[in-house]
């Protein structure tokens, strides 16, 4: 009877199947709900706080304006007095190392806490984008599914990739783009053909809901571009890549910068978001349009309507407003002022380029749109994800050949001076390389010296087979170090060292000396060299057993490292940064 229920029931892969539409369709329901409270709130402040204080007429008014960015970061205070720790800042990298490095449970309180905290910085004008936490909302809502589920941490991890799927593509009605988002990303361009599975009907869901409510607009337009002549403008558009590029590593460095510094500054923690709304305020009085996402703007630039020398400042005024805006504090992503700035790069390059050829050029609308995919490829480092963004916007093949020219070269430039993308810079100054895993990171930050055991049988070089044989004979192991009269190691002896001469007479064998027959190319380890190094040696060697010295000059051997005592360790590591993890999210409930 069980094995014939069990015929009817659906396989694994059909389960994540409908797991993954499930997720897909919350997705893009969140994004709706996410995005209509963006706008309310904006028609709110902006809009009628502005007319309210008269900042639509001009004037002496316009001094009011850094009123409105500073009341949406008031009301941020008592979000994150509740939930400190958890409002503030840009939290795409916490995302990442929830995901990657540790066990990927994700709060549900973390859908709300992004949804409302985001909507207040982004809809009272301050300097951020939706597109980052609609990725966290989107994969904690497949973390919540997933835990539901009950389900490993391998597909736990897919599934929240598939909700981060999920919401890049109902925000930008680019459902390709959403699934190379979540692979270069939040999978940091690891995953498999099931996986990927699991990302497409994601964000194919997630697109059928958002275009169902909105239709089938995306958060702006591009027009219709084509390459005039394409051996001048393919060298003009390498040169703008290669511009690109710096920008994007002065780009990283600022906003580091900024935050690094507003964390050292000796202010109440509530008060500096209002510092960095107040700036943001000052510069809109001059430039309104580094307020917000900046997508009305970007509109104007797409349609060739900017001028080059405030297109030229608003590159350097957007930086700053967006580093102020996370670095004080403020919530909120990178993703859209990256576009923004990326467009109004284009734009400037791309109006100068048209004035002096004003015959072999496209106008600089096309310039800055191909602008926008290469600011976010040499930003994020993941071209794919910015090629397959502008490629499903414009729907144009002519234009596609200059953005995937101009992604590949700002990211290669942008890497060329800058390793970290954006949203890794923290994990390298930890010393940790998160494109290596969990299981690399655990690995590396385990030492030799806790898994080795410190009885050691040793033998001298100077006696005979038989007194190794008597050793062997207690089974005690099968690899023995060799050390001198000093007590220093020499070599190593192994079992099969001594069937080489076991065919031979006994008095011919007594005639031999450990010396003569143990291996002296000895690979060692030291009781600080880590777990992840000695594990590449067992692969590499296909052995079992090294030894450990006190040190590569003094070979005093202290221990032996078995293969499986490095593994138990591991898995105790796992098991108890798990527990850990788990007690951490317990107290935090009790509070």
């Given at each position: ?7 009817f ?7 994540m ?20 409270l ?34 949406g970061m008031?009301?941020?205070i ?7 720790g ?10 990442l ?27 009272t ?36 990739a ?15 783009a959403g ?35 909105y ?18 403008e ?28 507003y964390?050292?500054?000796?202010l ?25 996402d ?76 191909v602008?926008?995919?290469a600011?976010?490829a040499a930003?994020?480092h ?7 963004l502008?490629f ?7 234009i596609?050949i ?8 700002g ?34 930050s ?30 005690k ?12 190691m ?17 008095k ?8 003569g ?18 594990m ?19 070979r005093w051997v202290?221990?032996?490292?078995k ?12 098991l108890r ?15």
């Amino acid at each position: 009877m069980r094995k014939s229920l069990s015929n009817f029931l659906p396989g694994e892969n059909t389960r994540m199947m409908l797991i993954a539409t499930f997720i897909g369709l919350c997705a893009g329901l969140l994004t709706i709900i996410f995005r209509s409270l963006v706008d309310a709130i904006h028609a709110l402040v902006i809009e009628g706080g502005g007319s309210l204080l008269g900042i639509d007429r001009g004037g002496w008014h316009l001094l009011l304006l850094p009123l409105l960015p500073m009341a949406g970061m008031i009301l941020l205070i008592p979000l994150s007095l509740l939930f400190p720790g958890e409002v503030n800042g840009y939290g795409l990298p916490t995302f990442l190392r929830k995901v990657n490095l540790e066990n990927g449970i994700i709060r549900f309180r973390t859908i709300v806490i992004k949804i409302i905290a985001t909507a207040l910085t982004i809809g009272t004008g301050n300097s951020a984008g939706v597109e980052g936490p609609i990725a966290q909302i989107g994969g904690a809502m497949g973390s919540q599914v997933g835990q539901i589920s009950r389900v490993s941490g391998n597909r736990l991890k897919v599934y929240i990739a598939a909700g981060s799927a999920g919401g890049i593509a109902g925000m930008f009605n680019a459902p390709i783009a959403g699934i190379f988002f979540a692979a270069e990303i939040v999978l940091l361009g690891t995953y498999e053909i099931s996986s990927f599975a699991a990302l497409v009907i994601a964000s194919a869901m997630a697109t059928v809901v958002t275009r169902g409510w909105y239709g089938e607009m995306s958060v702006f337009t591009i027009p219709h571009y084509t390459v005039v002549n394409y051996l001048v403008e393919i060298p003009l558009y390498a040169l703008m890549a290669v511009l690109v590029g710096l920008a994007a590593v002065l780009f990283i460095r600022v906003f580091y910068a900024v935050r690094d510094r507003y964390r050292a500054i000796a202010l109440h923690p509530q008060l500096k978001p209002l510092t960095g709304a107040l700036l943001v305020g000052v510069i809109a009085i001059f430039f309104p349009q580094v307020m917000g996402d900046g997508y009305g703007y970007m509109e104007d630039v797409l349609h060739s309507k900017g001028i080059a020398w405030v297109m030229l400042a608003l590159v350097l005024l957007k930086i700053l407003a967006t580093s102020v805006t996370l670095g004080s504090g403020g919530a909120g992503g990178v993703f859209a002022p990256s576009l923004f700035i990326g467009a109004v790069l284009g734009g400037a390059f791309g109006s100068v380029a048209h004035k002096i050829l004003p015959g072999l050029t496209a106008g600089s609308g096309a310039y800055a749109a191909v602008g926008i995919g290469a600011f976010l490829a040499a930003t994020t480092h993941a071209p794919m994800t910015a090629i397959f963004l502008l490629f499903e916007m414009t729907g144009n093949y002519q234009i596609i050949i200059p953005i995937m020219v101009t992604s590949i070269i700002g990211t290669v430039v942008a890497g060329r001076f800058c390793e970290d993308s954006i949203d890794t810079v923290d994990f390298s100054r930890e010393g940790i390389n998160i494109h290596e895993g969990r299981e690399t990171v655990i690995m590396k930050s385990l030492k030799v010296g806790a898994a080795i055991r410190d009885e050691v049988d040793y033998i001298s070089e100077d006696a005979n087979i038989s007194e190794l044989l008597k050793i062997f004979s207690m089974g005690k192991g099968f690899y023995f170090p060799v050390i001198d009269s000093s007590g220093k190691m020499t070599g190593i002896v192994s079992l099969q060292d001594v069937k080489n001469i076991l065919h031979r007479e006994e008095k011919e064998r007594i005639a031999y000396k450990v010396g003569g027959i143990c291996n002296r190319n000895v690979i060692m380890l030291t009781p600080d060299d880590s777990l992840f190094t000695a594990m590449q040696l067992f692969d590499i060697k296909g052995i079992d057993e090294i030894p450990v010295v006190e040190s590569l000059s003094e070979r005093w051997v202290v221990g032996m490292l078995k293969r499986s005592d490095a593994l138990d360790l591991y898995k105790r590591e796992v098991l108890r940064r798990g527990i850990s993890a788990k007690a951490g999210t317990m107290g935090r409930d009790s509070r």
